[in-house]
């Protein structure tokens, strides 16, 4: 079964997650992705192998399934040359070096765009291309601290800051920019033109807080930490401590806070114009909006710490109220595994020795089967077959070896397990 991006080739710069995770989606779609990496090493990603013997450690092998590996040193005259000649031939070039380091090389928006007008190509930097940030370092924590994700986090304006537990703005870049290039490559197909596309790190978490980045460009609304709480306000979107864990609810709407009072036996609450705006409450829509937020969250609490978390779940799902239970990751992925409670994608690879296992991309296609069927390549596994349709003869092939130019691996990703 045919893929959405066959056909498209891909020329990877890119290291570490974000600039990798943007050509993992397009390799899974369907694209010939050749990953460009250090020959001495690879990609820092590579080292991370918590004391297994192996290249393609886990977290690298994740976002770089369905890749080819050419290790070269783009440092080097002859390594940018080929480069320059791999470009002729590909429709997508990303990179995510610091700004102005690519054009030491020839390696450049306007230097590959010489070479193939077309180009569809695709810089991934922490603070964007241009600006006097644009040369400063970025890391995802450090992106989370400049732009206020972290006073977003976490509960009391005295707090002190919290970082969401995972590198967010990694992925969010990483998925932003496989969205610009396809795009790019729609409007190619349609007018014949190329693309050069900044994404950056900033401009992910910007649109990761995209409400309340608006409301303060907009109305001047300044942000606030709610913790656990949710969006709309509603102390009855909370997260609360009950006899087995902590449950989080979002009873949103008036209809959905009296089922949930009904649940946990606090229905006067309904009525009780101390606690609630009455009028706001017997709308026929908006949000519940309290007159004493302080005691009805204390009557929320009480209620919720004699009763179990994981029976309220069950029991206010059923009545329409969104509830969870708080589980770890790996509990809920056991869960998804043990009762089938959501219909995931199971993709499994072959690396190494072993089964790479995910689940997906995302989103699931009706008529474009599973995941591209190879793992993660070996450092330069499938360099010498991407040479030598570039034109090289054995003989320039060896020799580049030899001066430490390239490094090739004879051989090719296992597919994957059925």
């Known amino acids: 079964m045919s893929k959405p991006l066959e056909g498209v080739r891909v ?74 000649t791999l470009a002729a031939s590909a429709d997508v070039f990303i990179e995510n070096f610091r700004p102005g380091v690519v054009a030491r090389y020839g390696l450049d928006y306007a230097s590959i765009k010489a070479i193939k007008p077309d180009i569809v190509y695709c810089s991934i930097s922490g603070f964007g291309q241009e600006g006097d940030w644009s040369q400063r370092g970025a890391y995802d924590h450090v992106v989370q601290a400049l732009t ?101 609810v979002a009873a949103n709407t008036p209809a959905q806070f009296r089922k949930l009072a009904a649940a946990i036996g606090i229905e006067e609450l309904c009525g009780d114009a101390r606690a609630l705006d009455l009028d706001a409450f017997n709308l026929p829509n908006g949000f519940v909006v309290p007159n004493d937020r302080g005691y009805v969250v204390e009557r929320l609490q009480n209620a919720f710490a004699t009763r179990s978390a994981t029976q309220l779940e069950e029991l206010l799902g059923e009545a329409g109220v969104p509830a969870a239970k708080v589980r770890k990751l790996e509990e809920f992925l056991h869960e998804v595994d043990a009762t089938g409670c959501v219909n995931l994608p199971d993709h499994r690879f072959r690396q190494g020795g072993h089964e790479l296992r995910t689940h997906g991309i995302g989103f699931n296609f009706d008529q474009d089967g599973g995941p591209t069927p190879a793992g993660a390549p070996a450092l330069g596994q499938g360099g010498h077959a991407v040479l030598a349709s570039a034109g090289l003869d054995e003989e320039t092939i060896a020799e580049l070896e030899r001066a430490g130019i390239i490094r090739t691996q004879a051989g090719a990703a296992a597919p994957s397990i059925p």
């Not at 795009?183 to 992910?204: E, K």
């Open 148 to 248: 206020g994700m972290m006073m977003m986090s976490g509960e009391g304006d005295d707090a002190p800051p919290l970082k969401v537990g995972f590198p967010v703005i990694d992925v969010a870049v990483g998925m932003l920019g496989a969205l610009s290039i396809v795009s790019s490559l729609h409007r190619r197909s349609r007018d014949g033109a190329g693309q050069y596309i900044d994404a950056s790190m900033v401009q992910a978490s910007l649109m990761l807080m995209y409400p309340n980045t608006c409301a303060y460009l907009t109305d001047g609304t300044p942000t606030r930490r709610v913790g656990n709480r949710g969006y709309t306000g509603s102390p009855a979107a909370d997260t609360y401590r009950c006899a087995d864990g902590w449950l989080a």
């Open 11 to 84: 020329l990877d710069l890119s290291h570490v997650i974000a600039g990798p995770l943007t050509s993992f989606y397009l390799a899974q779609l369907g694209a010939e992705v050749i990953k460009v990496e250090p020959p001495l090493a690879g990609e820092v990603l590579r080292s991370m192998k918590n004391g297994v013997d192996t290249d393609t450690p886990t977290g690298f092998a994740a976002i770089n399934a369905g890749k080819q590996s050419l290790a070269l040193d783009i440092r080097t005259r002859q390594g940018a040359e080929l480069i320059r």
